[in-house]
């Protein structure tokens, strides 16, 4: 029998890399994907808790998780067409038109 | 054996997380990422969610990467010289101190709470979708809608933002 801890420790490891990755990759497209990995570990942690708890409600929470996550990912890329439109580039640090 | 599958499943979801992270190439980091989130799915099988794990190799797999890879494509992104912050070493080890008093932590916690009546034998009786979809349809109906809500926004926001505007000559026409 696998422990929680070792579920929950699992899922702490995966969202600290997908922070890593928001906090220091320049692409937009693979913050983007940084935020999907932070999602992810959040799900694994629902699920695992779900299972060890004896409870449905983690695993509803976690395909709530999974909608929101489509949500994102379809709003997130039409923004970055309508921003490379306009400048040609998906770095970070180039979009600072709404920065004062 | 359980504990074999949890540790390829485990480690290989890890790898592919620290390649999304730090691979230069934006394809090759999509490609990670379907790796992770394939064994991420591996996970919850070992959980006894089967209907997550078809929910996540169909909807995140299927849909949701092949969204960003068809981005990636279409925008035909050459490598950048600067991919990483320029004070990207300075925030290393902040985070890997961070991550091990983190994982020290959880190590330590008792984690334990109210148990439900979802135990693995009634779930295992009519099957984790069926289970999945009484507590849906009967407890968390307006989050349900909620749900269906946001994603009819989300995609009606997703067009409107990705629609080419007008040309300047056109408008002056009409």
């Known amino acids: ?45 629902l699920v695992a808790f779900s299972h060890y708890l004896d409870s449905m409600q983690g695993q509803i929470v976690a395909l709530f998780i999974i909608a929101i996550a489509a949500g994102e990912a379809a709003i997130g890329l039409a923004i970055i067409i309508v921003v490379f439109r306009g400048k040609i580039s998906t770095n970070v640090d180039e979009m600072n038109l709404l920065k004062w | 054996m359980a504990f074999v599958f949890f540790a390829y499943f485990a480690v290989v979801s890890i790898v592919a997380g620290i390649l999304t992270v730090s691979l230069k190439h934006p394809v090759q980091c999509g490609l990670a990422l379907l790796a992770l989130l394939l064994h991420v799915s591996g996970l919850f099988i070992m959980l006894n969610a089967e209907f997550l794990w078809a929910v996540q190799v169909i909807v995140y797999a299927g849909a949701i990467l092949v969204l960003y890879l068809f981005v990636l494509m279409l925008l035909n992104l050459k490598t950048d ?72 926004g989300a995609i009606v926001g997703a067009i409107v933002l990705a629609k080419a505007p007008k040309s300047i000559e056109t408008r002056r026409d009409a």
Not at chain 1, 13 to 29: C, D, E, K, P
Not at chain 2, 110 to 122: C, E, H, I, L, Y
């Open chain 2, 81 to 152: 010289d600067r991919y990483f912050h320029a004070k990207t070493p300075y925030l290393l080890a902040p985070a890997a101190i961070g991550l091990v008093y983190l994982l020290f932590l959880l190590v330590r916690s008792p984690f334990s709470g109210a148990k439900g009546d979802a135990t693995s034998a009634a779930i295992l009786q009519n099957g984790d979708a069926h289970a999945i979809g009484i507590k849906m349809f009967s407890e968390y109906l307006l989050q349900f809608e909620i749900i269906g809500v946001f994603l009819t």
């Open chain 1, 1 to 45: 029998m696998i422990p929680l801890s070792a579920y929950v420790a699992v899922s702490a490891v995966l969202f600290a890399t997908g922070l890593l990755g928001v906090l220091i990759r320049r692409n937009f497209i693979i913050v983007l994907m940084s935020v999907e990995i932070m999602l992810n570990a959040a799900t694994i942690n």
